[in-house]
């Protein structure tokens, strides 16, 4: 839960499960996450090369997402670009905190795992399926 911009955690709701491989994410999500770890929620962001966010993130606050994540990148690079103008390349081998207000592009086939607020990517999951059934359905008409 977020209290004035900051991340509150309740460590003693403990997951049923305390670890995942990362081949067992739900694979029927835009971006594949698991809720309920403390107040956290975990995700698996594996996205092609040339991918931009900002498609997606268009109805949201600033058309930015506005969570903020804790993670590592495993393969790949990202390019995230924030309201103030400031970018960042987060690549293959580094920690990352990605700041609320940002969107990105995908600089190399990216495969990272991110660590959030689980009251703030419940909505932004929701966002994000809802914009990519739009989006197949836009598709879908033009066909």
Do not use: R
Not at 53 to 60: A, D, K, M, T, V
Not at 64 to 70: A, E, F, M, T, Y
Not at 113 to 139: I, R, Y
């Amino acid at each position: 839960m977020s209290q004035n911009g900051k991340v509150v955690l309740n460590t003693n709701d403990v997951p049923e499960d305390t670890h995942v491989h990362l081949d067992d994410f739900p694979k029927d999500m835009v971006i594949p996450m698991i809720h309920g770890w403390g107040g956290m929620t975990v995700d698996i962001n594996n996205t092609p090369k040339g991918t931009n966010f900002s498609p997606l993130l268009e109805g949201l606050e600033n058309d930015l997402c506005q969570v903020p994540h804790w993670g590592y990148v495993i393969e790949g690079a990202i390019e995230i670009e924030y309201d103030d103008g400031n970018k960042e390349t987060f690549k293959k081998g580094e920690a990352f905190y990605m700041k609320p207000g940002h969107t990105g592009i995908v600089l190399e086939d990216l495969l990272l795992v991110s660590f959030s607020p689980e009251e703030g990517m419940h909505h932004l999951g929701e966002h994000l399926e809802k914009k990519m059934k739009e989006m197949q359905e836009a598709q879908s008409s033009n066909d």
